[in-house]
């Protein structure tokens, strides 16, 4: 839709350029023999546009292709201009459900949530530990790097206090 787009042909040209002169220099020849080797003619609905082609064949599987300059840069004057950004849907993630529940994993309080995080799951599983604590277990047992706690359980698993919460010991007694 810009009434300037000539002054993209010299942008196209230069990356053009870099890309033959990247090629040349990978497969030790030539720019000159880079555009006779990739040259080709596509069709597009506003005519033919030469076009650098690279094809890689594999075997038993579809070739790789590669194409540059099949954009034309002719001004469109029945363009529509659609400048709404597209909608993302994604799923929350489980930390994100996890926060969102508002809810400490360890004692089950809805005080003041936060999260406790370790860099590594190996730092939880160190050898001569003396005491493993509850959060240890639970971090270890679901494979998560994160934890959802409490600020008093926060608190607890920073000052290195066992902690028994009435959560996980009804969990532990009736299991």
């Not at 000159?32 to 033919?48: C, I, S």
Request: glycine share 4%.
């Amino acid at each position: 839709m810009a009434y300037n787009l000539h002054r993209l042909n010299y942008l196209k040209w230069i990356m053009e350029t870099s890309l033959t002169k990247t090629l040349a220099r990978k497969l030790g020849i030539s720019v000159r023999k880079v555009y006779r080797r990739f040259e080709n003619t596509l069709q597009a609905p506003d005519g033919p546009h030469k076009v650098l082609r690279v094809k890689v064949e594999r075997p038993e599987k579809p070739p790789l292709v590669a194409t540059w300059g099949n954009i034309s840069l002719a001004h469109r004057k029945g363009a529509i201009l659609d400048d709404q950004p597209r909608q993302i849907w994604n799923k929350r993630t489980e930390l994100e459900q996890r926060l969102v529940a508002d809810v400490c994993e360890l004692c089950g309080s809805d005080n003041a949530i936060n999260v406790h995080h370790v860099r590594a799951l190996r730092d939880l599983r160190r050898k001569g530990r003396a005491i493993k604590h509850e959060w240890v277990s639970v971090m270890a047992a679901r494979h998560r790097k994160t934890l959802v706690v409490c600020r008093r359980c926060h608190i607890a698993i920073h000052s290195g206090s066992k902690q028994n919460s009435p959560k996980l010991a009804a969990k532990s007694t009736s299991a």
